[in-house]
């Protein structure tokens, strides 16, 4: 079976290193097999993604040497073009008898919800799933407009990720029911992912880690819709010196710092060093770099990255 891979950035800001290194291991996953890769722009929320930042950040990747197959800014690549395909998907799972409104405030979900084992990630209880009609009107009456939420079952579910080994939730205690559309109208990105990585044929999908823990419910969201999961593989979290996972906030290591002080070379040279891929941190283009990469390289703890 051919592979194919994607990279799916939200253009909500400048990418930074953690999302450089997502963008060139999930690439070295597709071309060291020959595969297909897919660039998929995840511009769901209209008050954080704009075209010119999506722009922004296929010319970054081109600048990388980090290339495509299919996508880009191309219309139906671009998820909010997609709300057809995503309502098709709502519409099967309300069939089902799986969503139901929920019309709880976010201080009233984190009061109503459990802390999650392992993260202290809140866990929604379903305190909205067995509203009658009538109580239903009267929240409506005071104003409340309601998200979806799909129910889960009570069921363990592991999904065995191809670089982290075996992940397990129990998906009613550990997930919990998760929104699939929110409360303005906006397609949640756990609907969105799953019907977009079935509908592309994506069958290889390379993600952080701080991920892991939406695989399981991800992977029952496929099935439930009749398509076959992806196979995942997570790949650890760049870090700073006191353990804090780097993001968008880290304007030190966002893509318009980077690029001044570095070349593409030496930026794709120093990814790979720290991936494990290559042994220094020498300057290297993401071909270069191909026949040398392997998932049991790379780490599986958090990776350290000293100041640039």
Known sequence: ???????????????????????????????????????????????RCSLDKARQLVEDLEWLGLDWDEGGLEPDYCQSNRSRHFEAAFHRLEELGLIYPCYCTRAERLAASAPHASDGAVVYTGRCAHLTQAQRQELEAQGRHPAYRVRVPQEEL???DGHMGPYTQRLDTDCGDFIVRRSDGVWAYQLAVVVDDAMMGVNHVVRGCDLLSSSPAQAWLHRTLGYEPPQFYHLPLLVDAQGRRLSKRDRDLDMGVLRAKYTPQELVGWLGWLAGVQKEPKSATPHQLISSFQWSKVPKNPILVGST
């Open 1 to 47: 079976m051919t592979v194919r891979g994607r990279f799916a950035p939200s253009p909500s800001g400048r990418m930074h290193l953690g999302n450089l290194m997502a963008a060139l291991l999930a690439w070295l996953d597709v071309r060291s097999q020959g595969g297909t890769m897919v660039l998929r722009i995840e511009d769901l929320d209209p008050q």
């Open 158 to 160: 592991t999904v065995q």
